[in-house]
Structures are given as structure tokens and as C-alpha cells.
């Protein structure tokens, strides 16, 4: 939005589209323009592309049933089962699921390309407001390293797909302004509901096209404003279920959120500067900022919102000279950013008022000018195009290997905590997460170090109290791990994890009773929570109760979350016992397309597979495959299976060997019954005999 261009007054509508098609050599220009602006993202992103999953990303993919499925599918549009209810976003993961799995390449490729797109539209949508320097504004959009965040982490896929809808449904409405006609109304709103469907803070759009139709026109006509009125409702509407989700489904209510008005006020006077001080100077991007103490009493926390007046009364005071231009990328800016300017709860204000991913759009204002201004001021100091694209060129480079380095944070998530901690040493949010990674690498001392500086941090946090307690009981350390586990519930009562921790805390005590009982409050209070169920189930069957009712836990378990590796296991192990070995096989095949490298997993498929009473489902050589791949050293059950699946193969004096080593392992570990049992299967080795599981 150029200063010279903006102070010029309206124009014809044939005009703000281009009066003329491009000849062919121009096409070709063009074509090639728009190839380069595509190649520099995917240059610039070359990290991000081999990247992995991180934060958020199990929630939203690698651990939601829902993409699996076409019942999920169904899920995904038609009930609030989702994180958010942003169902385009998950029904693209849905449709990659069945593509490449869950390879964060295919995901990461998407965002980027998907990203690509949108800075695409942002050259050709600036280009058609003649604003000067719209390729260099596609660029700077394309490449700056604040952009990295909603590009490098696949569940932003919500900016990068929101965005790209965003900007056909502006230019959409644009050319609706410029031509009329029904149809082209019509695919503008659609493609507006499609982003709030991927992401509800492209709400904004309706008033950003107000400003832009301000800037182009000098003006806005009732036509264009009553053309809008369907825009703000659908925007209104979607900005407000979300704002209800956000508070009643994701947790955004509680002290964190309990600003006054004047602190919401102070808050979104100091936001934009923060922002567009990372668009000028990108040094130091941090995943999770500081969080900011907001008083109303510090005199510097009026800075803010008194530069943001003093800046719209400099505009207004020199209209004449600057132009609509700088006041319009003002209003944009500030008008896009909105959701995230502390007025409505979002649930990342726990950890910080600020995330580079809350600017993806509205950056565009300050990058539109900026270009813009470059332009002018290399035609106005009278340097050659070669020089005007040298000097592009540079900054290009600059941003394209800031973002190239600023994607390395993403490849795992021990990278992207340690670098939050190495700028951000006060982030408890991050102490906690490297830990929750670290206890499941198996490194629980370092795991707890973490906790205990989270809690140090942030007192009676329940989700670090709940980490804590875990690792506590990884640690054998029972009595503390209740402790830990107890005080996680008394800061978070309906915290479902502290309360099933809890009742596995009571189960390694041989507190049977109280164990269920828990589970079952928990199970009254979130019915869909999965792990529950699984545990119930569990603990049900060391209490000895039927084995049926048991197995329905695990059985609803599984229906709630296809992904629960430890309820199929012991689904299937029921199965096993009980005799119905085509049941247990399937499970375990099911098991095993989730977990492939799952030992319990693989270990008891090869039993069923070497030792099921029907030849049809027996297959001696997958079996010993799988044994080979699940025996580990001196473990007698491993050793025990692996001797099944060699007599099952025919290689008698193999399985001897090894079951005679099994034996002994299991002897020397004090486990009588596992050896007596062993010695049994060596006698049928002995005379040539496979082993047979009992049939139902």
C-alpha cells in the first residue's frame, strides 16, 4: 500500500484489475516470477522439510483415532471430538494418513507448499492493487523467519491452510467489487467459510477488506458494506463458538486469563509494538516467550497504547503528505490482529501473551508498506532495476537463511525445548515438556530435574505434579509418586491423567479397592477418556472378576482410542487365554500396523502364530521372524517364544537349545513356574513335537 499511490483519490473499477490480460511473453515473465517465489520458500525451508512431530502434533495427528477412519472422518465435521473444531485442517491429515502414513515429511512438505501458495496470492492480490513492489512483498511474506512457526510445525497447518483460503476469498471479493455477479459473491463467501472452517481468525477479514476498499477508494460505498454484512455474521459467529470452545473445551478460564479491562487494554496497547518489532529485526524468536506481568500502576506499561495514539494522530495530522497508504497497513495490522490482542481468552496466554504464529497474517500490512516504500525510494533516488534487485535480492537472502536456521529448532521437540529454555530460561511450560520427552527416552533422573525446576517455577502446577508423580512411580518410589499425584488433583480436580496416574500409584500398594474406585469416578466424570478404560479393565482382572467385564473395558478403550497399544494388548491376551486365537491374531496384526516395533506386541503374534490349535492360522516362518525381532538376551519369556516358532519351522534341535537356555534363565531368576512350564515344552521338542496352545 504505497504513500504516493494511496493520496492519489478513487479510481474506475476496470482499473484496480488491470485493464488488460498479459500478452504471452508477459505470461512467461510472470510464470517464472511466480516459480522463483515458489523455489526460495522451499529453499528457505529446507530444515523444516525434514523436521518431526512436536508439541500439539500427537493431539492433532500422530495420536488422534479420528484421521484413521471413515466413521473419523464423520467425527471430524460432526461432533467437537477434535482439539478444535477446525474439521478442513483435519481432514487434510485424514487424507495424508492414507497417503504416507505418519511420515512428517508428506506433512511438513504440505505446510510448506501450502505456504508457498498463499505468498502466491499475496504477489498477485498486491499486484492487482497496483501496490508497487508486490513481488518483494510475496517474498518478504514467503521468507521471513517470524513465519517459520506456523510453517515448521504441522499443526499449524490451521495458518498455512486458513491463510491460503483467506487470500482467495479477498481477492474473490475484490473481483466481486471490480466485475459483480452472483457467482463471484458466492465463491468469495465460500472460500471465506472454508478459512474460518480451518482456522476462526480469519473472522478479521471482512473489515480488512474495508480498509483496503478505504485505501483504494478514498471511500466506502453502502454497497460494498451491505456486500460484507454476510461476511461479518459467518466471521461473528465462528469467532464466537471458538472463543467458547477455547474457554469450555480447551481450559482457557482461571487466574491466567482473570485480566481486568484496563489490563486487556494496556495489554493490546503493547502487543503490536512486540509484533512489529520481530517483523524489522527477527533476532531472537523464541517458541515460548516471556509472559508479560501486565499492571496497571507501571507508568511504562502506558508506552504502548500511548505510542499506538500518537502514531494515528501523526497519520491523521499528515494525511495530505503521507497518504492513505501508511495509515491503511496500519489498520490492517492492527484490525488482523485483533483475536490475538488479549481481548478474547486464548488457551496459549497461560504461557505468553505473544506467539510468532498469532502475526502470520497481519504481518502483511507493515511487509506491504515496507515494500512498497522500498520501491518508491529506489525510484525516486534514480537506481537501475539492477540495483533496486540486488538490493532484494540481499534482503531476500538474509530472511531466506534466518528461516533456514530458525527451522532447525524444529526437527524434534529436545531441540525445540532446548532452544526455548537457552533464550527463555523462565519457561516452566518448556522444563515441564522436556521432561515429559526425556521420561519417555527412559531418562527419568533428568526427567524429574526437570519437573521439579518447572514446580519451582510455577508452585502446584498439576501438570508438572502429575509428570512428577509418573516418573516418581517409574522410579519405584510409590509413596512419593501418591504425594505428588495428590497434590496435582488438589490444584486440578478434573485432571484426568493425575487421577488415573493415581490409580496405578494404588495398584502397585495392593490398594485394589481404592484403584477402582478411582478409575470409576474418573470414567463418570470423562467417559471418553480412554486410558481409563484400559486400566480399569486391568485393574478389574487382578481383582478377579470376570474376564468379560474386563474385556469390555479394554474393548471400549479400543473404540475410543484405536491407537491404546496397552488395552489391545490385553484384549488380545484375553483372547489368548480364553482360547479364541483368531481374535487375539487380529488384534495383534491391528496392533502391530500402529506399533511395529512394540516387543509385547510381536512377542505374543509369534506365540499365537507358532502355537494356535488351527493350522490355518499358524505360519511358522512370520513367526520366527517376529521371535528373532522380540527376543532380548537373557529374558526367558522371549527365549521361551523364539524355541515356539523354531519347532513350529521344523528345527527341533534349535528350539531345544533355546528353550533349554530359557529354562535356565527363568530358574536362576527365581521364577519356578515359567521354568516347570519351559521344561514341559522341551520334553514335546524332544520328540519332534510343536508346541499347541489350547483350543476354545
Known amino acids: 500500500m504505497s504513500a504516493q499511490r494511496a493520496g492519489g483519490g478513487g479510481r474506475g473499477r476496470r482499473a484496480a484489475g488491470g485493464a488488460a490480460p498479459p500478452s504471452p511473453g508477459r505470461g512467461r515473465e510472470e510464470a517464472a516470477w511466480g516459480l522463483l517465489l515458489v523455489l526460495l520458500t522451499l529453499a528457505a525451508y529446507a530444515t523444516a522439510l525434514r523436521a518431526g512431530f512436536i508439541w500439539d502434533d500427537p493431539d492433532y495427528l500422530t495420536e488422534n483415532p479420528l484421521i484413521e477412519t471413515l466413521e473419523g472422518l464423520r467425527r471430524i465435521w460432526f461432533t467437537a471430538q477434535t482439539p478444535q473444531y477446525y474439521p478442513l485442517v483435519f481432514t487434510t491429515f485424514w487424507i495424508e494418513e492414507k497417503l504416507w502414513g505418519l511420515h512428517p515429511l508428506g506433512y511438513h512438505a504440505v505446510n510448506v507448499l501450502l505456504h508457498g501458495a498463499g505468498a502466491l496470492l499475496v504477489w498477485r492480490l498486491l499486484r492487482r492493487l497496483e501496490v508497487p513492489g508486490a513481488w518483494l512483498a510475496g517474498a518478504i511474506f514467503a521468507l521471513h523467519p517470524v513465519q517459520a512457526e506456523s510453517v515448521a510445525w504441522v499443526t499449524e497447518r490451521k495458518n498455512v491452510l486458513s491463510g491460503l483460503f483467506y487470500f482467495l476469498a479477498l481477492g474473490g471479493f475484490l473481483s466481486f467489487e471490480e466485475k459483480g455477479g452472483r457467482r463471484r459473491y458466492t ?136 497518504g492513505r497508504g501508511p495509515a491503511a497497513a496500519g489498520l490492517y495490522f492492527l484490525v488482523t490482529l485483533g483475536p490475538a490482542l488479549g481481548f478474547l481468552d486464548a488457551y496459549p496466554f497461560r504461557y505468553s501473551f505473544v506467539a510468532d504464529h498469532f502475526q502470520y497474517l497481519a504481518g502483511l500490512g507493515p511487509i506491504a508498506l515496507l515494500s512498497a516504500l522500498l520501491a518508491r525510494g529506489r525510484e525516486r533516488l534514480g537506481l537501475g532495476a539492477r540495483a533496486g534487485m540486488a538490493g532484494a535480492g540481499a534482503l531476500l537472502a538474509l530472511l531466506g537463511l534466518l528461516t533456514l536456521r530458525q527451522g532447525r529448532i524444529y526437527r524434534d521437540e529436545g531441540a525445540l525445548w532446548r532452544d526455548t529454555l537457552a533464550k527463555n530460561p523462565g519457561s516452566w511450560m518448556a522444563h515441564n515438556n522436556l521432561g ?151 488384534l495383534l496384526r491391528e496392533g502391530l500396523r500402529h506399533q511395529p516395533d512394540d516387543l509385547a506386541t510381536r512377542q505374543l503374534l509369534a506365540w499365537e502364530l507358532a502355537t494356535a490349535p488351527d493350522a490355518k492360522l499358524r505360519n511358522g516362518p512370520e513367526a520366527l521372524r517376529l521371535a528373532r525381532g522380540a527376543a532380548l538376551g537373557d529374558d526367558p519369556q522371549g527365549l521361551h517364544v523364539l524355541a515356539a516358532a523354531l519347532a513350529e519351522a521344523g528345527r527341533f534341535e534349535e528350539a531345544l537349545r533355546t528353550a533349554r537356555q530359557a529354562a535356565a534363565r527363568a530358574g536362576s531368576a527365581g521364577l519356578k513356574e515359567d521354568a516347570e512350564r519351559i521344561r514341559e515344552a522341551i520334553s514335546r521338542y524332544e520328540r519332534g513335537e510343536p508346541l499347541r496352545s489350547p483350543a476354545r
Open 187 to 322: 465463491l468469495a463467501l465460500a472460500l471465506f467459510a472454508c478459512a474460518l472452517l480451518s482456522k476462526s481468525v480469519t473472522a478479521t477479514l471482512p473489515a480488512a477488506a474495508l480498509v483496503i476498499l478505504w485505501w483504494r477508494d478514498g471511500t466506502v460505498r453502502a454497497r460494498s458494506a451491505i456486500a460484507l454484512l454476510p461476511f461479518f455474521i459467518l466471521g461473528a459467529a465462528s469467532g464466537f463458538f471458538t472463543a467458547w470452545i477455547e474457554v469450555n473445551r480447551v481450559g482457557a478460564a482461571g487466574p491466567d486469563w482473570s485480566l481486568g479491562l484496563l489490563e486487556r487494554l494496556l495489554l493490546a496497547g503493547r502487543v503490536p509494538w512486540f509484533y512489529l518489532g520481530k517483523l524489522l529485526w527477527p533476532a531472537e524468536l523464541i517458541f515460548t516467550y516471556p509472559r508479560w506481568e501486565i499492571r496497571a500502576g507501571d507508568p511504562l506499561a502506558w508506552l504502548g497504547p500511548g505510542g499506538i495514539l500518537l502514531a494515528a494522530f501523526a497519520l491523521w495530522r499528515w494525511r495530505e503528505r503521507l
Open 436 to 586: 515429559h520427552l526425556l521420561a519417555r527416552q527412559g531418562k527419568t533422573g533428568e526427567a524429574i530435574r526437570h519437573y521439579r525446576e518447572a514446580l519451582r517455577l510455577r508452585p502446584g502446577h498439576a501438570n508438572a505434579l502429575n509428570n512428577l508423580g509418573n516418573a516418581l512411580l517409574h522410579q519405584g518410589k510409590i509413596a512419593e509418586a501418591e504425594a505428588a499425584l495428590r497434590r496435582a488433583l488438589a490444584a486440578e480436580p478434573g485432571h484426568p491423567n493425575a487421577r488415573n496416574n493415581l490409580s496405578q500409584a494404588l495398584l502397585a500398594q495392593g490398594r485394589l479397592n481404592e484403584a477402582v474406585s478411582e478409575l470409576e469416578s474418573l470414567i463418570r466424570r470423562e467417559p471418553r477418556y480412554a486410558p481409563a478404560h484400559a486400566n480399569l479393565g486391568s485393574a478389574l482382572l487382578l481383582m478377579g472378576a470376570p474376564m468379560t467385564k474386563a474385556a469390555e473395558h479394554f474393548t471400549r478403550a479400543l473404540g475410543l482410542n484405536p491407537r491404546l497399544a496397552e488395552a489391545r494388548f490385553n484384549l488380545a491376551l484375553l483372547h489368548t487365554i480364553q482360547g479364541n486365537h483368531a481374535e487375539a491374531i487380529a
